[in-house]
């Protein structure tokens, strides 16, 4: 008989994983920080703010006990831009700094009235092709704008002229700044591959500064950075400018419907490795909070990032405590480590902040523009292009625009999702004449082993039911998908049907499909699901066939006494 542990030697190993988690977290969260502030132009400590106190109460008050919130890639740019446009209505940052930091205010209070609206489980009716799109635009835009900084110089104000200045600004490159930037960059790509003990960003941030103070370089620096705790904004707040209102509430719906499509499918990333389940309305509202606290210190928008999360869970990170651990570690490098912030150069966090705009890009939708339904691919396109070269709002509202247009012509009359679960062994009652009376398989296998069958379309919003309603059977080692009246599947329904194999795989289930019409199984080869999580072998034409392959195995097994053909879904 296993004895469980005592409580308190399990809350003992919680505290002691949250800890790890919580100091491994802020450190990797650290140039990450520092970057992303100076390039949003408030500076590189308004990064750190945010990190600290976004950090620290969306852990508190949020919906998910593991996820790190710090400024990231998508917010970052979104903030930029809005920081750009402010500055140049009112003529300077000074100016225009009460404007900026009320929007960010705003779109805190923006997240906040989503989660007590229940906005949250809306995230999954977004369609992939306009997702990916978004994102990839969003990397592209963040690599961009970094890499004038790369070589010394300052930012465009625009892509437009981040694109079309390069032949002016050829001339002034600074060619120490470049090299460094290139030695970063090579850091970065190349510290994962020999060890995994130090974060590759941190090893980056570290060695360029090294380098570059040792052999004096003349690169541009991050300067003097202001040390202890931030003083609160009130009079600063107070200079909110009101004459632009569509300006401010335009942007401030887009930080805060960004920062919450942002964190919820980080939060959705980190359930698959914890296996857990976040709470999308709290953690909206836990977000909306330290946005606002944010800003009210003078801090930049942020959300749930991927990077600092996943090596929180990975180091041990269980409960709150750690994203408390990580923030308090960001406040006491204000304290200790602020006097030598100002010495690291620009052109390393540019090289840290391109390889997180690398990071963004969804390869893999790039890859199957070429391969899925026409009007997706373009869908994506289209979105991508009005990401880089318009404004997020107006390119997700055209991506949402289109996709439903695209959905009614697809669907026409098709009724809504049905879906049915019920045991293999109700298939005997369901049989044709000829086939035998009894399965070959045994009784008890016949009860783990189960038949899932879809009526209607597939989507993207059916995929964490469908995971949910598998949690809940027992002992099962066999799931056959039987999608003979599902005539169509777009490529946002392949990608939650990857997730629902990769859960499956993950615990020995084997799925087999039966029955699948022609364009659904295109679908499936095109995003790669088939062959590389569902062998060819796997398919049948109908749900007999399906069975009699399944007594085959069985007496295979039997006859032979070994262990199942192996395959990428095998049975422990």
Known sequence: ???????????????????LGGLTAGIVTLPLALAFGLQSGLGAVSGLYCAIF?????????????????????MTV??????SQAIAMAGSLELALGTILGIFLLAGTV?????????????????????????????????????????????PSNIIEGITGWPQAFPDINLQAFGLGALTLLVLFAAPKLTTAIPATLLALVIGTIVSMAAGLSVPLIGEVAQGLPSLQFDVLWHLDVSHPWFILSAALTLGALGCIDTLLTAVIVDKITETKHHSDRELIGQGLGNIASAFFGGLPGAGTTMSSIVNVKAGGRTPLAGVISSCFLLAVLFGLGAYVQYIPIPVLAAILITVGLDIIDYNGLKEVMKVDLAEGAILCIVLVMTVFVDLITA????????????????????EEKTFLFPLRTLKMRKPCDLRDEFLLPPDYLDQAYIK?????????????????????????????????????????????????????????????????????????????????I???????????CVRWLEEEFIFKKSTDEPLRKSSLAID
């Open 1 to 19: 008989m296993i004895n469980e542990l005592p409580e308190s030697k399990s809350n003992f190993l919680h505290m002691k994983g949250d800890v």
């Open 54 to 74: 976004l950090g620290a109460i969306a852990i508190l008050f949020g919906g998910a006990r593991t996820l790190i919130s710090t400024p990231t890639g998508p």
């Open 78 to 83: 979104v903030a930029a831009l809005t920081i």
């Open 111 to 155: 997240q906040v009235a989503f989660g007590l609206l229940k906005f949250g489980g809306n995230v999954k009716y977004i369609p992939y092709p306009v997702l990916s799109g978004f994102m990839t635009g969003i990397g592209i835009i963040l690599i961009l704008f970094q890499m004038y900084p790369l070589v010394g110089l300052s930012s």
């Open 396 to 415: 997700v509202g055209t991506g949402m625009t289109l996709s439903v247009f695209v959905f009614m012509k697809k669907m026409g009359a098709i009724g």
């Open 453 to 533: 069958t879809f009526s209607g379309p597939v989507f993207f919003g059916f995929s964490q039911f469908l995971i949910d309603n598998l949690k809940q059977l027992p002992s099962v080692k066999i799931i056959i998908f039987e999608m003979n009246r599902v005539p169509y599947l777009d490529q946002s329904a392949a990608h939650a049907l990857e997730l629902v194999f990769e859960y499956m795989q993950k615990r020995g289930i084997r799925v087999l499909l039966a029955n699948v019409n022609s364009q659904p199984l295109t679908m499936l080869r095109a995003v790669d699901l088939v062959p590389r999580l």
């Open 535 to 545: 062998p060819e072998n796997h398919i049948f034409d109908d749900i007999f066939d």
